[in-house]
């Protein structure tokens, strides 16, 4: 074990867990809800009204509380989908679900720069998994046509991310969809960074879709809605199935019944303050701007920017430079991200403005200079 941490120590790879330093670039935190007063006033509220902190036990015992449901039926509206379920976390959510759902003879088929959580939970699974390129696809078609002419004849999983937490950019769902028609798949789409600020009132990517049999989405609470845990939408079938097979839901905790209720505010808070997803997207746009007029290219066309530093050793160096000037922004290094894409991420948020953005631009191109980018 000991040798094992010297040498991700030899390799640059060692992590440890840091305060929060400075103006925070780092965050999911999108909207700046998670510091809300309409986020403490629902939890405030909610005690006072007898909602307990923990929930204590499994779902399935006899721990599942009124928040859970009414959080769970205004997601499902709000989403447009059949059902919503309530997991802890966005791990949580898409673990269980692809160990169990996908079954023996069926084949998974992984976009490359997915999750962990994604990762993990298709090594154990019963299916057959394939790894395809980055947004490639016609590599996924491919995939399944040579699986089914090798003699596969199970269901077909197909899991990307929508917008990727690390590269910044878009998954092509309109491809995928067309894919999923024509070769009958289910596609599983993590929302994780799209939830909350893509979409009309920030419904996420796949709103269009919503509803459909063969279409599961994972959308997580911890991130743009600025509460904790994860909701799994899907049909009526796959949510009965979740409820009766994956052990992580049968035998864990259930989530806080507090978390329910604040994830339930923020939902209310993206129907009725559409001014900060545009605030938002103003600022995005700001961004990607004063990062052209630098004579830059900008690393992606999102509110996620990568910029890549290549060693893990730039990344360990860079980050706590602009660290020590006032910025917090983490280094990106492997597995996290594959070998050579070693980056700094910087997100945009409504917690910072854009005097904030152009003085953490400056910082970083001096930081940056003469370097790999």
């Known amino acids: 074990m000991w040798q094992g941490l010297d040498a991700l120590k030899e390799d640059d790879r060692l992590r440890g867990i840091m305060p929060r330093i400075g103006t925070d670039f780092s965050p999911s935190d999108y909207l700046a809800l998670a510091s809300a007063p309409r986020m403490k006033t629902a ?46 976390g966005g791990y949580f959510a898409s673990f269980p679900v692809l160990t169990r759902l996908p079954q023996r003879h069926n084949l998974l088929v992984l976009e490359s720069l997915v999750h962990a959580n994604t990762h993990e939970g298709a090594r154990p699974s019963r299916a057959a998994f394939r790894i395809c390129a980055h947004k490639d696809p016609q590599a996924i078609e491919s ?47 993590d929302e994780a960074d799209a939830t909350g600020v893509c979409g009309e009132q920030g419904r996420g990517l796949t709103a269009p879709y919503e509803g459909r049999e063969i279409l599961l989405v994972v959308h ?3 991130e743009a809605l600025g509460a904790a845990g ?26 806080s019944p507090l978390m329910a209720v604040a994830a339930r505010e923020t939902l209310l808070i993206l129907q009725e303050e559409p001014e900060r997803q545009q605030r938002l997207a103003k600022l995005v746009a700001f961004t990607h701007w004063e990062i052209v007029a630098r004579g830059e290219r900008s690393p992606s066309n999102s509110l996620i920017l990568p910029y890549i530093v290549g060693e893990n050793a730039s990344a360990l160096r860079r980050a706590p430079a602009l660290q020590a000037r006032g910025f917090d922004i983490r280094g990106i290094i492997p597995p996290t991200v594959p070998s050579g894409t070693v980056c700094l991420r910087i997100s945009s948020t409504l917690n910072v403005g854009e005097e904030e953005v152009r003085a953490m631009l400056d910082a970083l191109a001096e930081e940056t200079r003469g370097g790999s980018r």
């Open 220 to 222: 997580t609470c911890g």
């Open 43 to 88: 939890i405030l509220t909610a005690l006072e009204a007898g909602t307990p902190i923990g929930a204590g036990g499994s779902r399935l015992l006899r721990d599942n509380y009124e928040e859970h449901e009414c959080f769970e039926a205004e997601a499902a509206r709000f989403f447009g989908a059949q059902t919503a379920l309530f997991f802890g």
């Open 230 to 255: 994860a909701l799994v939408t899907a049909s009526g079938m796959l949510r009965d199935f979740i409820i009766n097979r994956c052990r992580l839901l049968v035998f864990a905790t259930a989530p």
């Open 143 to 189: 995939g399944i046509r040579d699986w089914r002419a090798a003699g596969g004849a199970g269901q077909v999983w197909i899991v990307v991310e929508s917008l990727y937490s690390m590269d910044g950019d878009f998954a092509p769902l309109k491809d995928l969809l067309a894919i999923e028609d024509r070769h009958d798949v289910f596609l599983v789409v």
